[in-house]
């Protein structure tokens, strides 16, 4: 695995007007940086920086000979501050509700600053890491040649907004925060079609049901692994996607940027909703060219981000061509010479 590395950042300001230390970490796979084209990879809800490799989460898509090459590409993931991945208590953030989706793209623009990165080849994340993919590029609309959001959208719609709240109500009030909001967001991450094909009513024992079994198991996982104040924390970051706030409507908010956008939407997502995808890539389509949108196809909702990699890398490859990885790296080697 990687090594865990990390950029202070002393007195950002939050939106309150308050300053805060924080401590960002991130990890780096493939080629060594400005060595090739770098992409930064945005990890979802409970996800981390440790996107490749023998317990990588995406290593299904990201690897040597794998969809993102890392032979070709430089890959770069910040784990959203908080998030308790490095297991460091005095890292994580009680006062969650002072930061947002926004907030976190300010910090991976500060990361990125301090470590002397001016251009990315692309910015990609799944859920809320598509969010903040949105968020990054709203920012600098120069900074990133493909942007692309996976199981996603540029806001929180009501509904997710909604979902939210009730997770927030049982982080904050169950006696069993971690497992009991695991369990509920889990029938959120999947539909009714896939729970049927998955359990079809069997039951594991006398009046316990398989998809009961499965669901406190999930939810003990997380109990496990993860930290109440990061679950907290990232619920609410996913409540707080919005590009549009305090800046004026979406057209007017997307018009500067100049990056290829690529919409990968799914069927039957019950999170972040198809129609939501379509309508923004209608709306894109009238002013940009340089805009995509993909469908994956699946009964499994939400969560077929992680399911599905075939349909996805499908997707995907026409982007990350290994020519194109190339290409770049010969520009890369012709301006350190030039600068030199």
């Known amino acids: ?43 979802a809800l409970t996800g981390n920086s440790n996107v490749c490799g023998k317990d990588g989460w995406w290593s299904d898509i990201i690897g040597e000979d794998k969809c993102i090459d890392t032979k070709n590409y430089t890959i770069l993931a910040f784990n959203i501050p908080g998030n308790g991945y490095d297991q460091l208590e005095d890292h994580l953030i009680d006062n969650y509700k002072a930061f947002n989706a926004r907030v976190v793209a300010q910090l991976f623009a500060e990361g990125l600053r301090q470590l002397k990165i001016t251009s990315l080849f692309a910015v990609i994340g799944g859920s809320v890491g598509g969010g903040i ?20 959208d540029w806001k929180s719609t009501d ?35 896939s729970f049927t094909s998955k359990f079809q009513r069997s039951e594991k024992a006398a009046a316990i049901f398989n998809v009961e079994s499965w669901l406190s198991f999930h939810g003990q996982s997380l109990h496990e692994r993860f930290h109440l ?67 994956i196809k699946s009964i499994h909702g939400h969560d077929a981000f992680l399911i599905e990699f075939n349909q996805l890398i499908k997707f995907l490859k026409p982007i990350f061509k290994n020519d194109v990885g190339l290409e770049s790296k010969v520009r890369l080697d012709r301006n350190s010479v030039l600068n030199n």
């Open 133 to 152: 993919a949105w968020e990054l590029a709203a920012l600098h609309p120069n900074l990133i040649e493909h942007v692309i959001p996976i199981a996603s």
């Open 159 to 193: 509904w997710l907004i909604a979902n939210c709240y009730i997770q927030d109500a049982i982080l904050n009030h169950s006696k069993a925060p971690l497992s009991d909001a695991r369990m509920h967001a889990m029938t959120l991450y999947r539909t009714p079609e």
């Open 1 to 43: 695995m990687s090594k865990l590395q990390y950029i202070y950042i002393s007195d950002f300001k939050l939106p309150s007007g308050k300053s805060q230390d924080i401590y960002l970490s991130y990890q780096l796979f493939g080629q060594p940086l400005f060595q090739a084209p770098i992409v930064l990879v945005n990890h």
């Open 229 to 295: 104040a990061a679950y907290k924390l990232m619920n609410h970051i996913l409540k707080t996607i919005d590009i549009t706030r305090d800046r004026g409507n979406f057209m007017e908010v997307v018009a500067p940027i100049t990056s290829d956008i690529h919409i990968v939407t799914i069927n039957s997502d019950l999170f972040f909703k198809p129609e939501e995808n379509w309508k923004t890539y209608v709306e894109l389509k009238q002013k940009k060219a340089n805009v995509t949108i993909s469908e």
